[in-house]
């Protein structure tokens, strides 16, 4: 079994010829639903990153919201300070860096969103945080407290492919 380094693993070559488990380990930061992170590690090699962005992406339209769920489990809420030194916890922060600079009324008020949103959806409230200001995250998330379940749904798996995506992105470009 090859046993391969972390920079390894963030070229895409040194992915696609990575152990399944390594590949999977890798992925699962980036979005931390089992059957995505499996699914997209099974389809190496990829050609280049937008052959693996394509499969991500196809592989979110499959997903069940039991897999939905399980990704928003490793997603801090809108707001939260993230603490930790994990890949999962690094991107976090970054992804949400705008929300710094949130006057305290904003702050104050996507706290109650998120309460209501969790109250409503039994779920936190997702959203792709990256080049946003706290405004429009606040607007987004009044605005998706009113749609129903299954709009919700819908919404959240976007969502989470958009991060998802970027974290791609981020990790296999040269």
Not at 28 to 44: H, I, K, M, T
């Amino acid at each position: 079994m090859r046993n391969t380094t972390s920079t390894q693993r963030n070229t895409l070559e040194g992915f696609n010829t990575a152990s399944d488990d390594d590949a999977f380990r890798t992925l699962l930061p980036l979005c931390s639903a089992d059957r995505w992170a499996r699914a997209v590690a099974a389809g190496r090699p990829y050609a280049d990153l937008g052959a693996l962005l394509e499969a991500s992406d196809r592989v979110f339209g499959e997903l069940e919201v039991a897999d939905l769920d399980a990704a928003l489990a490793g997603h801090p809420r809108i707001g939260d300070r993230v603490g930790g030194d994990d890949e999962a916890a690094r991107l976090s922060r970054s992804e949400q860096s705008a929300m710094q600079s949130a006057d305290q009324q904003v702050a104050d008020q996507i706290l109650a969103g998120n309460a209501a949103y969790e109250q409503r959806f039994d779920r936190v409230f997702l959203i792709r945080a990256a080049g946003r200001a706290p405004e429009e995250i606040l607007a987004e998330l009044q605005r998706r407290l009113g749609n129903d379940p299954a709009t919700e749904v819908a919404e959240v798996r976007e969502q989470l492919r958009q991060i998802t995506r970027l974290r791609l992105e981020a990790t296999f470009s040269a």
